[in-house]
């Protein structure tokens, strides 16, 4: 999702579902993709990363989706926990111009007990 | 050890002071990385140092002064602050400034009064 203003996009799901967080990127040249995990007052931890020549990865409860022909990328987290709540952030790399991560603007999951 | 270490964790400056923001890393990586994080915003780009060499530069005003001491040190410098640069500032390091996952620190907290 993309932020609007000062309001972040919320996901709000029920312990246990899945969650899926999408995020539309602006660069046709991307060919890196993160996602990343920020809890208040912590900075951004890595979850899981995606490759241009790819288009699922899987981690320890968590997908990775790329959609190169839509420039749109998902993360699923399977069986939502109270732990999972935080703001997720999609970044996307450029392989020519360095690490330059670009972030997305962020979507706020809040599970509910 | 996948640490990246910043200190203080929270600083409140005057427009006059001079202050200066650290970062370590001990994991070995040769790309570090300052980030600008305002509140309900995705993480920004500042400054990129490649093998302990500044690289890239985001257009940062210059009261705003990174150093790169060693590789597994960075510094940013803060001299003639506005409140307006209040913000979250984020290190993050590399193992190579190419396509690798960024390990983030905890950010240091910064108001300008």
């Known amino acids: 999702g993309e932020s609007v203003g000062l309001h972040l996009p919320t996901l709000s799901v029920q312990e246990g579902d899945n969650s899926i967080i999408n995020c539309a990127y602006s660069?046709?040249?991307?060919?890196?993709f993160i996602w990343y995990k920020q809890e208040s007052g912590k900075g951004p931890q890595f979850i899981i990363d995606i490759r241009s020549n790819m288009d699922k990865r899987q981690g320890q409860r968590v997908t990775v989706l790329l959609n190169k022909t839509v420039k749109h990328l998902s993360l699923q987290i399977a069986a939502t926990q109270p732990g999972d709540s935080a703001v997720y952030f999609c970044?996307?790399?450029?392989?020519?111009?360095?690490?330059?991560?670009?972030f997305g603007g962020g979507t706020r999951l809040m599970v509910k007990p | 050890d996948t640490e990246v270490t910043q200190t203080p964790k929270h600083l409140v400056m005057g427009m006059t002071n001079k202050k200066s923001l650290k970062c370590e890393q001990h994991?070995?990586?040769?790309?570090m990385y300052w980030y600008k994080q305002k509140a309900k915003k995705p993480p920004e780009l500042m400054f990129v140092y490649s093998y302990e060499k500044l690289s890239i530069n985001e257009s940062v005003p210059s009261r705003f002064s990174p150093e790169c001491p060693n590789s597994s040190l960075l510094n940013l410098h803060l001299h003639a602050l506005q409140p307006e640069d209040s913000a979250l500032y984020l290190c993050a390091s590399s193992k190579v400034p190419m396509n690798t996952e960024a390990f983030f620190g905890q950010g240091t907290r910064l108001t300008v009064v």
């Open positions: 970044a996307e790399n450029i392989y020519n111009a360095g690490n330059m991560l670009t």
């Open positions: 994991m070995g990586h040769r790309a």
């Open positions: 660069n046709s040249a991307s060919d890196y």
